[in-house]
């Protein structure tokens, strides 16, 4: 019954006083709305990574020169820029060296020049900024995203011969051809003509980066067309009955004697798994939720400097009301009680609305802008705890300060 008075006290005390409550909560509703959307888009974007990560394969196994998650940002280390390059026989080699290895290829990469974007037009449609990647016949076997809806994939024919065929991404094929069948059709990339073998099955991806956007033409035909590019990147797939780790630990072996590496000497590869994709991408969210946080805690400092400061003038305002209290039997933990809960109801509010607000700009997000975001319940439990224990924290000072005031002064006071 305690409970239930306080409750409602703090409740009309609210009421009467909407607009200075409005603004105390306000620094609150931020905080508890900034770690709702982030917390809601992180999550939805580590559920979609990590199935997305998964569907390489747990069974598949990159081999680059660089490190994954160096290139791109900045210069590389001058152990990585001199070291050797990889080479399109090492897939071969892992093959035949290796028992356990099921399926071994090489493929190669065009990096789009920022000036001189590639481009794939038919007719009157053209296409930008599209991935080009040469393939051999055993790549969309060792990688199931790149499954091909309709056509085929690259032959071994098409590979011995280097002949200009293409399997494009859903939506260039959407793109060039809205109303017709791109299978036989011949485009042109980057001026030369290429007949149009197949289309791969729609994967738009995340931030609009998937399959969708590939261009896959045979390894030789790229080797042929685009000579200066060097960088070569290893894919080897592991037998099912075969351990994982002893045949990743054979592979490294076999990669280190092909490439003559010093015994005492570091690798000059890197061997990858989706595991490591994975540790990247959580590493890139932590660095994100950590600045949230960050974020977050000052809007619910503010908010919580807010509610102590409408608690102290609340204990100000209504000493005559605590000296009457006292003078009929209320003690002091009754006096304390009942302004915690008022500044608990006040930052719990603030919690709630936080929620509702950050839950629809979840929902916007992931209807207009396309990026996964998921309220999950631990984030709503954790936005109302965050609130009360703001409330809780920074009211107990007025609380405690209301508590203990003389009884024979607070009856005197006008």
């Known amino acids: 019954m305690d409970i239930r008075e306080n409750i409602h006290v703090a409740l009309d005390t609210l009421r009467a006083r909407k607009a200075r409550s409005a603004l105390t909560i306000l620094g609150i509703?931020?905080?508890?709305?900034?770690?709702?959307?982030?917390?809601?888009?992180?999550?939805?974007?580590?559920?979609?990574?990590?199935?997305?990560?998964?569907?390489?394969?747990?069974?598949?196994?990159?081999?680059?020169?660089?490190?994954?998650?160096?290139?791109?940002?900045?210069?590389?280390?001058?152990?990585?820029?001199?070291?050797?390059?990889?080479?399109?026989?090492?897939?071969?080699?892992?093959?035949?060296?290796?028992?356990?290895?099921?399926?071994?290829?090489?493929?190669?990469?065009?990096?789009?020049?920022?000036?001189?974007?590639?481009?794939?037009?038919?007719?009157?449609?053209?296409?930008?900024?599209?991935?080009?990647?040469?393939?051999?016949?055993?790549?969309?076997?060792?990688?199931?995203?790149?499954?091909?809806?309709?056509?085929?994939?690259?032959?071994?024919?098409?590979?011995?011969?280097?002949?200009?065929?293409?399997?494009?991404?859903?939506?260039?094929?959407?793109?060039?051809?809205?109303?017709?069948?791109?299978?036989?059709?011949?485009?042109?990339?980057?001026?030369?003509?290429?007949?149009?073998?197949?289309?791969?099955?729609?994967?738009?991806?995340?931030?609009?980066?998937?399959?969708?956007?590939?261009?896959?033409?045979p390894l030789s035909t790229f080797r042929k067309i685009f000579p200066e590019i060097r960088e070569v990147f290893l894919i080897f797939t592991v037998l099912p009955e075969v351990d994982l780790s002893s045949t990743q630990n054979q592979v490294v072996d076999a990669m280190r004697r092909r490439r003559h590496v010093a015994h005492n000497a570091d690798n000059d590869f890197e061997v990858a798994d989706s595991s490591l994709f994975l540790d990247l991408w959580n590493k890139l969210t932590g660095a994100m939720a950590l600045l949230t946080g960050v974020i977050s805690s000052i809007g619910l400092l503010v908010g919580g400097i807010g509610v102590m400061n409408i608690m102290l003038i609340s204990v100000t305002e209504?000493?005559?009301?605590?000296?009457?209290?006292?003078?009929?039997?209320?003690?002091?933990?009754?006096?304390?009680?009942?302004?915690?809960?008022?500044?608990?109801?006040?930052?719990?509010?603030?919690?709630?609305?936080?929620?509702?607000?950050?839950?629809?700009?979840?929902?916007?997000?992931?209807?207009?802008?396309?990026i996964p975001s998921t309220v999950s319940p631990f984030w709503v439990v954790a936005g109302v705890a965050m609130s009360v224990s703001v409330g809780l924290f920074f009211g107990y000072y007025p609380a405690n300060r209301a508590a203990n005031l003389d009884p024979i002064v607070c009856l005197r006071y006008e």
């Open 318 to 370: 209504r000493t005559s009301e605590i000296g009457i209290r006292k003078a009929i039997g209320a003690r002091r933990n009754d006096i304390r009680a009942q302004f915690l809960f008022e500044a608990i109801t006040l930052s719990g509010i603030g919690g709630i609305i936080g929620i509702l607000i950050g839950g629809f700009f979840s929902l916007m997000v992931r209807t207009f802008a396309h």
């Open 29 to 217: 509703v931020i905080g508890v709305t900034s770690v709702i959307i982030v917390a809601a888009i992180i999550d939805g974007l580590n559920g979609y990574m990590q199935s997305r990560i998964l569907s390489f394969g747990t069974r598949s196994f990159f081999i680059t020169r660089i490190p994954p998650g160096m290139g791109g940002f900045g210069p590389l280390p001058q152990k990585i820029r001199l070291s050797q390059y990889l080479e399109v026989n090492d897939a071969k080699y892992l093959k035949d060296t290796v028992s356990g290895v099921d399926i071994a290829v090489a493929f190669e990469q065009r990096i789009t020049p920022a000036k001189q974007p590639d481009y794939i037009a038919y007719e009157n449609e053209r296409v930008e900024r599209m991935i080009i990647r040469g393939t051999p016949p055993d790549y969309a076997a060792a990688i199931a995203l790149f499954t091909v809806a309709t056509g085929r994939f690259i032959s071994d024919f098409d590979e011995s011969h280097a002949r200009p065929v293409v399997v494009i991404g859903n939506a260039i094929a959407e793109s060039l051809f809205p109303h017709s069948d791109p299978i036989g059709k011949e485009v042109r990339m980057n001026g030369k003509l290429y007949e149009v073998i197949g289309v791969f099955e729609k994967d738009s991806g995340i931030f609009g980066f998937g399959v969708d956007q590939f261009a896959c033409i």
